[in-house]
């Protein structure tokens, strides 16, 4: 079986919530861990090993890294799982207990799978004490989760009124409208200096990108210069050129931002053109719904 790692999207469209606990769970969202761009990270352990955990919804599934499932003391065992990280390239992984995991101030995740790769010890990420990459769509069965990325929030809803009302405070509604889920992600219609383009919604991406081999590619790529970004993945760095303040537009909701044109091209299982990443994305409130595949978002 093969999942997807900072990797590929998913149709959707909300619908109502089921009648939630009354516990709710709650985090806060930083954004300054030390040596890496500006993301999206929750504090939290693995086993007896605390750790940061990448708030990732281009991931498809829960994923640690061995060395701190090897610090903190967690077993793994043989899965025959495969991820594609965003070099395209596939990993090998085991498996471990997602119960394991913890999150600082929301508690341990529910029983379930948590793959686990290798992953360069001299890269940023590991240099910066990253273990895990979670997927915030897959952290509750049954209940709403709600990434508040204005205000650095990730919390259960209480019920749909308080969604309603979140979702209120926000001026646009970019994504409800020409979305599709494949292999457990997010990709939007969108518009990339006119021409159309097909984005997976991922909070994980530290800037939007898109593939060279597509029409938005060709598109951009004679007026893109040298990057000053080092792209890494659990697989390698990636090369890119940087197309400045591009205009990305997703139903209503419009942002100019900066893009990376990589080369080569989306994977088999799930064609898109490239990445909404999170620079887009910062203004935004995520709410994944009680069942796989829901999402609703306003920035």
């Not at 508690?107 to 799978?113: A, S, T, Y």
């Not at 990420?125 to 509750?140: C, D, I, T, W, Y």
């Not at 994944?288 to 595949?293: D, I, K, Q, S, T």
Request: glycine share 10%.
């Amino acid at each position: 079986m093969k999942m997807r790692l900072l990797g590929v999207a998913t149709v959707l469209v909300a619908t109502g919530v089921s009648a939630a606990p009354t516990l709710q769970r709650k985090a806060a969202v930083r954004y300054d861990v030390a040596g890496l761009a500006p993301l999206p990270f929750v504090r939290g352990s693995v086993g007896r090993e605390s750790t940061w955990m990448l708030l990732d919804t281009g991931a498809s599934t829960h994923v640690a890294t061995a060395a701190v499932t090897r610090r903190g003391g967690v077993k793994t065992v043989a899965g025959g799982d495969n991820i594609e990280d965003h070099a395209s390239a596939t990993l090998a992984s085991t498996r471990a207990e997602a119960a394991q995991v913890s999150l600082d101030g929301w508690g341990k995740l529910p029983q379930g799978q948590l793959l686990v790769i290798e992953q360069n010890e001299a890269s940023l990420a590991s240099k910066a004490n990253v273990g895990v990459f979670l997927s915030p769509q897959r952290l509750e069965e049954g209940r709403s989760v709600v990434l508040d990325l204005r205000i650095g929030e990730l919390r259960t809803a209480a019920d749909e009124m308080e969604i309603m009302r979140t979702l209120a405070t926000r001026a646009r509604d970019p994504l409800l409208r020409g979305v599709r889920v494949c292999s457990g992600v997010f990709v939007a219609q969108a518009r990339v200096e006119g021409q159309t383009a097909d984005l997976l919604i991922d909070t994980g991406a530290t800037r939007s990108t898109i593939y060279e081999t597509t029409e938005a590619g060709r598109l951009l790529g004679p007026r893109t210069t040298k990057s000053n970004l080092m792209s890494e993945t659990p697989s390698g760095k990636l090369q890119s050129r940087t197309y400045h303040g591009a205009q990305i537009e997703v139903g209503d909701f419009q942002v100019k931002t900066d893009v990376e044109v990589f080369s080569g091209g989306p994977p088999a299982d799930c064609k898109t053109d490239g990445v909404l990443g999170f620079p887009a994305l910062r203004s935004c409130v995520l709410v994944f719904g009680p069942r796989r595949g829901q999402l609703r978002a306003r920035c």
